[in-house]
């Protein structure tokens, strides 16, 4: 098993920047090999698929919606997951939630097996 809890959520104003933090926790001598994500799920809409970072080579995904906009990077030996998040906009306004999973380095949540309980994001105009 492995546990995520993310923090540096909070409120800002649009134009702004939030640094988000996902710990992992557990077995965290595999989880350096995961695949990490972000997703978020504003209010009365579905969670969706923000970014990954998949530890093979480092590469990386982002939605059309944050990409330019926000940054996925990891720190294994901290075992630790970011996201950057730059001229941030009032529709990013959610919780967000890290996830991981072994082997899938897309944007489906299904395919993400370990999730944490999520940090709120609000970005006022």
């Known amino acids: 098993q492995v546990q995520l809890v993310e923090s540096g959520g909070g409120l800002v104003q649009a134009g702004g920047s939030l640094r988000l933090s996902c710990a992992a926790s557990?077995?965290?001598?595999?989880?350096?090999?995961?695949?990490m994500g972000w997703f978020r799920q504003a209010p009365g809409k579905e969670r969706e698929f923000v970014a990954a970072?998949?530890?093979?080579?480092?590469?990386?995904t982002y939605s059309e919606s944050v990409r330019g906009r926000f940054t996925i990077s990891r720190d294994n030996a901290k075992n630790l997951v970011y996201l950057q998040m730059n001229s941030l906009k009032p529709e990013d306004t959610a919780v967000y939630y890290c996830?991981?999973?072994?082997?899938?380095?897309?944007?489906?949540?299904?395919?993400?097996?370990?999730w944490g309980q999520g940090t709120q994001v609000t970005v006022s105009s």
């Open positions: 557990g077995r965290t001598s595999e989880s350096a090999s995961y695949v």
């Open positions: 970072h998949n530890w093979r080579g480092g590469s990386t």
């Open positions: 996830a991981a999973n072994k082997d899938y380095a897309g944007s489906y949540a299904k395919w993400y097996d370990y």
